[in-house]
């Protein structure tokens, strides 16, 4: 099964407006009072000083981009994603759930976007100037969650008139870009194995004569869990050997009891040498 088959591209474009505005007025204030020289300094307001109805919606769409990323894979430098097709429905059905969470928010700050304008004020005070305040829908348009899939293009497939040299030219180029983007979509699932094990393994070091008590949270066996459950799907060109390294932590983390790690430094040596001996076996 090919690349395009296993795969389609799925592009997220999340916008947040800023409420942020450039004081030039205070900024000139700024460097005159300090001898320095233009462009020394800065003063931005932020129009929403006194609120977090704006930080919330943009710390949201942050989690979202995590989220987005999280099971996809890198094709192009900015925009399309690589996303397992048997990621499909799962993938589609959170994208509209947090869709529809980010509209209501953007709804709710909309609806009560006059008087935030009003607790800026008694916040900015002599700051304030009621001229950075855009109409509300003008602010509404500011904000915006698309997201669009489309298919992976076949590898060679052009449909230009031109020579024959030059569409044969054309076609190895973009076999050459085509290959280099799956190597580098690739490389992504091994880098997040690779975090995962060196991360395992350090926190399962125990120092000799160092009397502080590490702490261990469920996330060292849930985090790894839930990576190799993703990896079945990220594998989309079946690397065998992406798929022996992955199974071999799956099978590492079967029966972990986080009591007995905290607990039994045995239990976290052995642990921690069977992590070491799969970062052994692999080229990383």
């Known amino acids: 099964m090919g690349i395009t088959s296993s795969a389609m591209l799925v592009e997220l474009n999340l916008s947040v407006w800023t409420a942020s505005k450039l004081d030039k007025a205070e900024t000139s204030k700024v460097t005159t009072n300090n001898s320095a020289v233009k462009g020394a300094a800065q003063v931005r307001k932020n129009l929403m000083a006194g609120t ?62 006059p008087s935030l304008v009003q607790t800026a004020q008694n916040y900015l005070v002599g700051l304030f100037d009621p001229a950075d305040y855009p109409d509300a829908e003008v602010v509404r348009s500011k904000f915006g969650y698309r997201q669009v899939f489309s298919p992976v293009p076949e590898s060679g ?19 050459e870009s085509f290959n280099s983007r799956i190597a580098d979509a690739m490389r992504e699932p091994w880098d997040r194995l690779h975090k995962t094990l060196t991360s395992i393994s350090s926190k399962l070091t125990d120092v000799e004569g160092d009397e502080e008590k590490k702490r261990y949270h469920d996330t060292l066996i849930t985090n790894a869990q839930g990576l190799c459950a993703m990896l079945t799907h990220l594998n989309i060109t079946k690397d065998p050997k992406l798929e022996d390294a992955r199974r071999q932590l799956e099978l590492t983390m079967l029966g972990a009891d986080m009591d007995m790690i ?9 642990m921690k040498d069977k992590v070491d001996n799969i970062l052994k076996q692999f080229e990383w």
């Open 52 to 113: 977090s109805y704006r930080k919330d919606i943009a710390d949201y769409a942050a989690g979202c981009r995590l989220w987005h990323n999280s099971r996809t894979l890198p094709w192009a430098e900015k925009g399309a994603r690589l996303i397992p097709t048997s990621l499909f429905m799962d993938y589609k059905s959170e994208a509209n759930v947090r869709r529809a969470t980010f509209d209501k928010m953007v709804n709710e700050f909309i609806t009560v976007y």
């Open 262 to 270: 905290k607990e039994d430094p045995h239990v976290r040596s052995v």
């Open 157 to 175: 497939d052009f449909r230009l008139q031109v020579a024959d040299q030059d569409l044969q030219e054309l076609r190895e180029q973009y076999e």
